[in-house]
């Protein structure tokens, strides 16, 4: 097991973490691997951190574990069981997160570039726990959309419906997050009710076992959900099944490798790719010097060059610029650039830490040479600099390099080579199109971003490159205090790309989860559909509950349970008075004559709120009960118009439950309809209500 000396800090409070071999999580227990072990070292000092192998792993074993034991623990747990179960584990991370901190460091990061990666993850775990109780049944089958009329008379209906796949995910993951990138990964995926199999990229395995560690050590996560590969993944891949889903980041050559693996072909696993990105910003021609927008340029990009050294699959790799002031841009840059301190990243003064790992710098060296074959370096591109309490010969230490390229819609490798740490290169652009046509030649990015005042340029500039990006951002002086900045991915909005991006999404809110579950098209009777998924369609049975149902406390309610109601005439008087109660004098409601100039109306109608304000006195039991209050009307719709004359009632049916945890109570959704004297539908729509749990309606009675 991983072992930690009592003494936490080392010069400048560096983690001391003796160099052991890391383990894997296999089926439940710590197993370290044989044979030769890889050594990892520390991107400020050069030392070995630890040592890592996954050779003799059964890795069918572990694929078997998680489909015999991970899945079906997680899969008798609803969605809102699963979210607690998230909410507790981002708890109990948020507690040690220190450590996590402190061990951070050797991968090269700085306090401001370990806070996306750690407090960033925990953060997308509570993201994902909310959305579990708030947008997702206490069930544990999602419903997809309403259902379909199939059939003239309504007795056979169709329903799409997710539940999860009964295999594992593989989680592939890149060095640059140890933690954000695992757990933005693993919370949807548990949160569907899928078991994990993790495996983090080499160089920065030592900060993602330690996260594993603590996840298991909490107990929280039932027997079998996570396992962890430290090192390679041996033959997993020959034992996938269709019920299996790939999460991959990292280089789109081995995405498009593991892709082509026989098995993932022939089976159709599910894959989903983040791969190489380079992402554009583009600086509007509004936003000249001493704009706001000018400035928060300059500090935007100096901020994406600078956060983890570069390493970030978000980053600007092209400043898309307007011609006329790219100098401007290029000076104001280099200036900001210089002022931006490198070397040991436990340094609150230092701006910038270490790549990753040696070779890491090696190949951004390789990457800059090629880029400087079209592109003139403007600033850094040297390897003698100064770093700030480190040794830059035994550190992975790379100077910010920015490059011009004078004619960028002829040249090449500015759109196709990426130098994969603190570089970035200026392009201008004349017109609008060339902008365009800039962003477009990078062939699909993860995230764009576009920094102007003037909402048209904005709009011109996203319809013309929005089919290119995954994520886009528009920044300007009047959102940029609270904006998340360029390269942020957000739990609730999807993170992917398509082309070179991969392709692929992930998170999106619930749609992340999805992501991990299989949608099937169900045709059957409407009781039948209701009946396995839990929602009451319209020609299901209806049920008499012998008493009103608000007289029923939450367990009581059985979905499908129906209050019929009297009929109620509607008057002239009525609608007078509510005109003048309410001061709606909409003319339909208040003039003969006009309303009968509309085509919709034969004469003078009732209020659309009228409607639905009779229907609730004719279905509202008025006593103390269960019922604790009414909190919205959901997908209103007036069908068919109501004169003074005719006369309306209400069908209301219980047609979902979802009880919220402890609370001592639960949403109930009831189904309601309005007719009229001729039975003709005048207005659907569903009431939700909060009705008292048994317990709590013993307790206040």
Known sequence: MTVYCDTKFFKHHFFLYLTMKLGNLVQDQWVEGGGDARVLTSAVTGEPVATLSSEGLDFKAMLDHAKSVGGPNLRKLTFHERGFMLKDLAIYLNDHKQEFYELSTQTGATRRDSWPDIDGGISTVFVFSSKARREMPNDRVYLDGPPEWLSREGTFVGQHIFTPKLGAAIHINAFNFPCWGMLEKLAPTLLAGVPAIVKPASSTAYLAELMVRRIIESGILPKGSLQLICGGVGDLFDHLTCQDTIAFTGSKYTAEKLQAHPRVVSESVAFTAETDSLNMSILGPDATPGTPEFDLYIKEVVREMTAKAGQKCTAIRRIIAPANIAGEVTAALSRALGE??????????????????????????????????????????????????????????????????????????????????????????????????????????????????????????????????????????????????????????????????????????????????????????????????????????????????????????????????????????????????????????????????????????????????????????????????????????????????????????????????????????????????????????????????????????
């Open 340 to 701: 931006v301190r490198i070397g040991n990243p436990a340094l609150k003064e230092v701006g910038m830490g270490a790549l990753a790992s040696q070779g890491q710098r090696d190949e951004v060296r390789e990457r800059v040479a090629d880029l400087a074959a079209e592109a003139e370096v403007v600033f850094g591109g040297v390897d003698d600099f100064e770093v700030v309490d480190a040794d830059a010969g035994k550190g992975a230490f790379f100077m910010p390099t920015l490059l011009h390229c004078e004619k960028p819609l002829t040249s090449k490798a500015v759109h196709s080579v990426e130098a994969f740490g603190p570089v970035s290169t200026v392009l201008p652009y004349d017109t609008l199109d060339e902008a365009i046509e800039l962003a477009r030649l990078g062939e699909g990015s993860l995230a764009g971003s576009i920094i102007t005042n003037d909402n048209d340029v904005a709009r011109e500039l996203v319809l013309g490159t929005a089919a290119y990006h995954g994520r886009m951002v528009i920044i300007n002086r009047h959102c940029a205090a609270e904006s998340t900045g360029h390269g942020s991915p957000l739990a609730h909005l999807v993170h992917g790309g398509p082309g070179r991006a991969g392709g692929g999404e992930e998170m999106g809110g619930v749609r992340g989860v999805l992501h991990y579950m299989q949608r099937t098209a169900l045709q059957g009777s409407p009781e039948t559909l209701s009946h396995i998924g839990h929602r009451w369609i319209r020609g299901a049975d209806q049920k008499d509950p012998g008493v009103h149902p608000f007289r029923k406390t939450f367990e009581q309610l059985e979905i499908g349970d129906t209050f019929n109601s009297k009929p109620r005439e509607v008057t002239l008087e009525d609608i007078d008075h509510f005109a003048e109660f309410t001061g709606d004098t909409f003319y339909a409601h208040m003039n003969e004559e006009e309303a009968q100039k509309n085509p919709f109306f034969e004469g003078r109608v009732a209020h659309g709120y009228l409607i639905v304000s009779f229907a609730a006195g004719l279905f509202v039991d008025p006593d103390f009960g269960p019922v604790l209050a009414n909190y919205g009307v959901d997908d209103l719709r007036f069908l068919q118009p109501v004169n003074y004359g005719d006369s309306l009632k209400v069908r209301l049916t219980c047609k979902q439950k979802t009880l919220r945890g402890d609370t001592g109570y639960g949403e109930v959704r009831w189904d309601a309809e309005v007719t009229n004297q001729d039975d003709e539908i005048c207005a659907q729509y569903d009431v939700l209500t909060m009705v008292a749990t048994d317990a709590h309606w013993k307790s206040v009675q």
